[in-house]
């Protein structure tokens, strides 16, 4: 999700509003983004290894983190403002953050010691088949930015919910 998001809908959008400034652009946004997700992640897995609820540890962030990343793609695609794309781009990846951080502990918490080898390489097969299906929706709709993160952010809400509700 993220590679489609930041190679080719978020660089396009910025091309759009700003041709002769956008790598200037993708640089302010992107660094600014960085600077807080650098913070996101560590604080995300932190608070979700003390979380208890009666939906698990990881649950509520996952499905909070789906939602609201989810619901700002869908406002991103509309902003001509680089301020303004900047500010939705730190929330998404600080959201996002809070449902990836959850989801790596996953294999640790629900698989013995000697099978953790088989579901990581389960994972990372599922990873780099999910890139790479994700970057091609992305150019397909590269030229219909907001139906693109629109997409995405149906998609990370739907699959997280049903991750969530079907892996308990």
Partial sequence: LFRSLIAILLPSQIA????KNKVANLAIVTTVSFLFTLFAQPLAGAF???????????AP???????VGGI????????????WITVFWVVIQVALNFLQAPLTTITA????????GGASAMIGLGTQLG????????AALGS???????TFGIAVIVVTVLFVLLNR
């Fill in 48 to 58: 979700s290894d003390r979380t208890r609820s009666r939906f698990g540890r990881r």
């Fill in 72 to 83: 700002f793609l869908f406002g991103l695609g509309s902003l001509t403002d680089i301020l």
């Fill in 109 to 116: 918490d629900r698989f013995p010691r000697s099978k953790r």
């Fill in 61 to 67: 962030w996952m499905v909070m983190g789906a939602i």
């Fill in 131 to 138: 890139m790479t299906v994700g970057v091609m929706i992305a």
């Fill in 16 to 19: 759009l509003l700003d041709e």
């Fill in 144 to 150: 219909q930015i907001g139906i693109g993160y629109s």
